[in-house]
């Protein structure tokens, strides 16, 4: 089905938040652009005009009506760069760490992908449930099975969201009935990537699980895979739990890293998203600042699971700056939100001894998150000729947030406020290219 029409022009009118700068490598509050009153101008799908709405109005054609969200905050929307939509039946399984989690529950709820019209329900429940959150774009796994993909890529391709997804690449150590082969896995794959590749705004991504359901020969064969396009993707795990790293290292004994393993079969690499790497070392990241691979920081995955603690801050040392993003990780992670993945973000980080200004969390939420998935050039910042991605934030959402507003003295803390205790329900509307998805009831 063609995407819905798009309104040629949209004003909206509200606090407006984005970056001028990267907020990790400098003073945070330099780096936010704040407007108090300000105005958006959209057309065709694109940011024409940004700026104070005394200023900007004047831009606006005399009979545009404008959209005014008088308390609210206009942000870019979120960007979740690790997330497997299969999994959104299976959230909250109780009792296990990583490997028999997968086992327990994720196993047999992927197993059910087979079928099309199941994985058409839930890819709309998914996209659905994205919206709702105010996010835009993410980085998706589906499951083995081709029609997986083909049911997450037409919901996408119907709300007109730009979204990075693909078939999951498993040809060891799973049940027989979510294994494919290196061949098959390629040919599957290749299909897929041809058929969905830049079509409207959605994107292909390679997708081997992680090492330990690939051979060999299946990570060599992503790997040509990737040579034959710059442009595609590529997503797996790395480094989440540590029998999962004793595990990798005794499947790949002759490889230096769990990394080093991606590596070898030529998937380290721009627009590669490494989701979770808590269990990395020195050399490890220093190859990903060389290479232009991502990180994916799942903190809500990471608390529930017991996987361990990211270290975003040595992630982002100005001196060898990593691509970070945020990863809701869900079924792991325990919410589709953000602002709940920033929630947690914000202890993990003082767990480890160090303090994330609200500024730098909404960063990595927006801005932060399109620089990792190298699109920072269409999406993450409010300015003129960005794509209109946007998520419209109340932060008075319930009574308590409504409280805590009052006692708010900067956009900072406003911004803490939102992220400590907001959810879905902080998310007043939703904007995909200009057009409204999603209008909270
Ligand atoms: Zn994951």
């Not at 936010?32 to 940004?50: F, K, S, T, V």
């Not at 990737?226 to 442009?231: G, I, K, M, N, P």
């Amino acid at each position: 089905m063609p995407a819905p029409p798009t309104p040629d022009i949209l004003a909206l009118r509200g606090r407006v938040v984005t970056f001028r700068d990267n907020p990790f490598t400098t003073d945070p509050v330099a780096a936010l652009h704040h407007e108090e009153d300000g105005l958006l101008i959209i057309r065709d799908g694109r940011i024409a005009q940004m700026g104070t709405y005394a200023d900007t109005l004047r831009h606006l054609p005399a009979d545009t009506q404008v959209t005014h969200y008088p308390d609210c905050v206009i942000s870019a929307g979120f960007v979740d760069t690790h997330v497997h939509y299969p999994q959104l039946p299976m959230i909250a399984a109780y009792g296990e760490q990583l490997l028999e989690w997968l086992e327990r529950y994720t196993f047999p709820t992927e197993s059910r992908f087979r079928d099309p019209a199941y994985a058409r329900d839930i890819a709309r429940r998914f996209l659905a449930g994205l919206l709702r959150c105010g996010t835009t774009t993410a980085a998706v796994f589906c499951t083995v099975h081709p029609q997986s993909v083909e049911a997450f890529f037409s919901e996408s391709e119907r709300l007109n969201t730009l979204m990075i997804a693909g078939k999951v690449l498993m040809d060891r150590n799973a049940p027989p009935d979510l294994r494919d082969t290196a061949q098959r896995g390629y040919d599957e794959s290749l299909a897929l990537m041809t058929r969905w590749h830049g079509r409207g705004r959605q994107m292909y991504a390679v997708t081997p699980r992680f090492a330990p359901t690939s051979s060999e020969e299946q990570l060599e064969l992503a790997g040509a895979l990737l040579a034959r396009d710059q442009t595609v993707f590529m997503q797996t795990h790395l480094a989440e739990n540590l029998d999962e790293v004793a595990w990798v290292r005794s499947l790949f004994p002759a490889r230096r890293s769990y990394l080093d393993v991606y590596a070898h079969a030529g998937l380290v690499r721009p627009r590669a998203i490494m989701g979770h790497a808590i269990h990395v070392d020195e050399p490890d990241l220093m190859t990903c600042h060389d290479s232009g691979c991502a990180l994916a920081h799942c903190p809500t995955s990471n608390l529930f699971l017991g996987s361990g603690s990211f270290r975003l801050f040595d992630a982002l040392d100005p001196r060898r700056p990593v691509r970070v993003g945020l990863g809701t990780d869900i079924g792991a992670g325990t919410s589709l939100s953000q602002l709940q993945s920033l929630n947690e973000a914000y202890k993990v980080a003082q767990g480890t001894g160090h303090r994330l200004h609200p500024v730098q969390a909404f960063w990595l939420a927006t801005a932060g998150g399109a620089q990792a998935l190298h699109l920072d050039h269409r999406i993450g910042t409010i300015a003129p000729g960005m794509e209109a991605d946007l998520c419209i934030l109340d932060p008075e959402a319930t009574p308590l947030q409504a409280l805590r507003a009052q006692s708010c003295d900067s956009i900072s803390d406003l911004l803490f406020s939102l992220m400590m205790l907001g959810d879905d329900r902080s998310i007043r509307a939703t904007y995909v290219a200009g057009r409204r998805v999603h209008e909270r009831a």
